[in-house]
């Protein structure tokens, strides 16, 4: 409504109110639908009115454009807000993306990293395996050859014990025995 501390103003629907007032109170022509007015007290009241007008008008307009100030401001903050949240959810969800490829990528070095220990166990198993049956074969091999060595000792000696006619022992003793057991013996 009117600031009424602006000069000159008053309340127009106070001066509306005593514009009907006068007009209401105005006398009957007789036999006529006339009415009979003071027209010094409404011109008053219209200048009144038009007084008030300009400074109602401003007043209205200023609580138009403070409205219309609230409401752009109020769009610029709600737009504001809406962007901030686009931009947060979209952060969020490229985070959840590079927490899933993250994630994804660690199972696959996991699954990578057991496929090869499994492989480099398994390599390993037949390496020893091979090298294990290698050493058995060369022990086989070395077994053969100590029993063929020890075989072609035996024989060398009972065919040289028999054609020098010791018998059982080849250096001539009747114990029997041969090498350091031999209490005749001596390695000095």
């Not at 006339?34 to 209205?60: G, H, K, M, N, V």
């Not at 709600?78 to 490829?101: G, L, M, N, P, S």
């Not at 696959?108 to 090298?131: F, L, N």
Request: glycine share 4%; net charge negative; aromatic share 4%.
């Amino acid at each position: 409504m009117m600031d009424s501390n602006e000069p000159g103003s008053m309340d127009i629907l106070y001066l509306l109110e005593r514009l009907e007032e006068v007009l209401g109170t105005g006398s009957r022509v007789p036999f006529t639908s006339r009415t009979l007015i003071d027209d010094e007290e409404c011109f008053a009241i219209i200048d009144q009115i038009r007084l008030s007008l300009p400074a109602e008008i401003r007043q209205a307009r200023m609580v138009i454009s403070e409205r219309d100030a609230l409401v752009d401001e109020a769009r610029a903050r709600a737009d504001q807000i809406i962007k901030q949240a686009e931009a947060e959810a979209q952060e969020r969800v490229r985070d959840h993306y590079v927490t899933q490829q993250a994630q994804a990528h660690a199972a696959d070095i996991v699954e990578q990293a057991e496929r090869d220990a499994a492989k480099t166990r398994q390599d390993a198993d037949d390496y020893v395996y091979r090298a294990l049956v290698d050493l058995d074969q060369q022990l086989d091999n070395l077994s053969t050859i100590v029993r063929n060595g020890l075989n072609a000792l035996q024989t060398n000696r009972n065919a040289t014990d028999l054609s020098a006619g010791y018998g059982d022992d080849p250096y001539g003793r009747s114990s029997g025995r041969w090498g350091p057991d031999d209490p005749d013996s001596s390695l000095e």
